[in-house]
């Protein structure tokens, strides 16, 4: 990208994205369309002039980023996220711009949830801000951080995706999805199952050749017919079943296996009948011996170092002060430590509960450097997870898409997505959209009906 931005938040204005472009590359009929009749989908911006260049402030406001809503879509909602986002790139001829000027990043993306349309930074700029590979990057992310609960869908989007992408085709290859209601029980109605989608046609913006992508994995394995049922053991087993016509054959038990039987029947009668006779005298019965090698199961006697092991136990100078090592092939029966559990949970990186309320003790926030992770609640309309960590359907004050923690080079940082209730940092209301940092100790509050948490950073 050939202008930098920087992010900017005040508790007037909310949060801010700021760059500056030369005066000699300023779009003079561009700016004067946008000024005087910005069009829906441009995020709203002020300027002005300093140092020979022109300094360009866009107000992000109510506005998330596109990114923070990633989730599981109904097939309608699906169909119309894609529309919001490529309908512009199509449209700009009727605001005089450039469809190179649209800052074509999905960081830059941003989304209103009052009229669910997907706003732009664009850029009043003669010089190129983005290019084929960036629309090419664009949507790939897209269809990496949006899913869908209709597969058929799904792997629709990701076939012309991986072909040659034209957002015309694409754009009307979704309008049959677009018209797909739900009903009362909040099932989805079936969508057409497959759609033709032309090779080539003629837009604004050049085709290009989409290569194939480890993300989309789960499209090849549905192209390759994986579907194949597997035999489980249950039914590999009906085969020895007795059915009608099938011969078996009996053969009688003979030979040293029909002894070593009758031997053994023999032993046990045997020790039946000394257990009789010990009761009949009513002795008391022996202590129970403690068997050696017990605490793996297994016997000195039947083990492949008998000899050697229990020579070591006859001599109290050789015994050791801890267990002996199991052999090679043998796992030694535990029982898990539920204390040692709770003291790794606490210890994690996270938010922890310090209100009174019935809600989970420890939000774990296990994400690397430049990662993000959604905090919401679960949404029954979709029934399918949208955030990394949802609070119970019935939580109060808590949004379905409430906030987002992210991790940087600085550390830890929370953004507000606007929520209803809000999201509280050491009592004080965070001010949309705007991310603040996070220090260890914050009080951090989900809404205003209990949800307190403090911050906790274990480095």
Request: net charge negative.
């Given at each position: 990208m050939i202008y930098e931005f920087h992010s900017d938040s005040d508790f007037q204005t909310g949060a801010t994205l700021i760059t500056k472009v030369p005066e000699s590359d300023i779009d003079e009929k561009a700016l004067h369309t946008l000024l005087a009749s910005p069009p829906r989908f441009a995020l709203p911006f002020r300027h002005r002039n300093t140092d020979g260049h022109v300094e360009f402030t866009y107000l992000i406001g109510k506005n998330s980023k596109l990114v923070y809503m990633s989730g599981q879509f109904t097939p309608k909602d699906y169909a119309e996220l894609w529309t919001?986002?490529?309908s512009p790139l199509l449209e700009y001829d009727d605001w005089f711009l450039n469809p190179y000027s649209f800052v074509l990043d999905s960081e830059f993306l941003y989304y209103d949830r009052n009229d669910k349309s997907i706003k732009y930074v664009y850029v009043p700029s003669t010089r190129r801000v983005s290019d084929n590979s960036?629309?090419?990057?664009?949507?790939?992310?897209?269809?990496?951080?949006?899913?869908?609960?209709?597969?058929?869908?799904?792997?629709?989007?990701?076939?012309?995706?991986?072909?040659?992408?034209?957002?015309t085709d694409f754009i009307s290859m979704l309008k049959p999805y677009l018209s797909i209601s739900t009903g009362a029980a909040g099932i989805q109605q079936s969508a057409p199952a497959a759609l033709h989608i032309p090779d080539s046609a003629n837009t604004p913006i050049q085709t290009f050749e989409k290569q194939p992508s480890p993300r989309n994995e789960r499209l090849a394995k549905t192209e390759k017919g994986d579907?194949?049922?597997?035999?489980?053991?249950?039914?590999?087993?009906?085969?020895l079943l007795k059915r009608p016509g099938d011969i078996f054959i009996d053969i009688p038990e003979t030979g040293k296996g029909k002894k070593e039987r009758e031997k053994t029947k023999k032993e046990k009668q045997k020790a039946k009948s000394s257990v009789k006779d010990i009761k009949t005298k009513k002795t008391p019965p022996p202590k129970p011996v403690k068997e050696k090698g017990?605490?793996?199961?297994?016997?000195?006697?039947?083990h492949p170092m008998g000899m050697?092991?229990?020579?070591?136990?006859?001599?109290?100078?050789?015994?050791?002060?801890?267990?002996?090592?199991?052999?090679t092939g043998m796992q030694?029966?535990?029982?898990?430590?539920?204390?040692?559990i709770e003291c790794d949970f606490q210890d994690a990186t996270g938010f922890r509960l310090i209100s009174g309320s019935d809600l989970p003790q420890k939000i774990v926030v296990q994400i690397g450097m430049g990662s993000k992770f959604s905090i919401g609640r679960f949404d029954a309309a979709v029934g399918a997870r949208q955030s990394d960590f949802e609070f119970d359907k019935n939580t109060k004050a808590v949004s379905r898409h409430h906030c987002v923690v992210e991790r940087s080079q600085t550390g830890y940082s929370i953004v507000d997505l606007g929520s209803s209730a809000g999201t509280f940092i050491n009592n004080r209301r965070m001010v949309p959209n705007a991310l603040h940092p996070l220090n260890n100790g914050d009080k951090v509050s989900f809404g205003s009906a209990g949800a307190d948490y403090v911050w906790e950073n274990i480095m």
């Open positions: 919001s986002a490529l960036s629309l090419l990057k664009m949507v790939d992310d897209i269809s990496d951080h949006f899913r869908v609960t209709d597969a058929n869908l799904e792997n629709t989007v990701l076939r012309a995706i991986r072909k040659d992408f034209n957002p579907s194949a049922p597997i035999s489980s053991p249950v039914q590999d087993s009906a085969v017990g605490l793996f199961g297994v016997k000195k006697k039947d050697i092991m229990g020579a070591a136990a006859e001599s109290p100078m050789s015994q050791p002060s801890h267990a002996p090592i199991p052999p030694p029966t535990f029982e898990i430590d539920e204390t040692q």
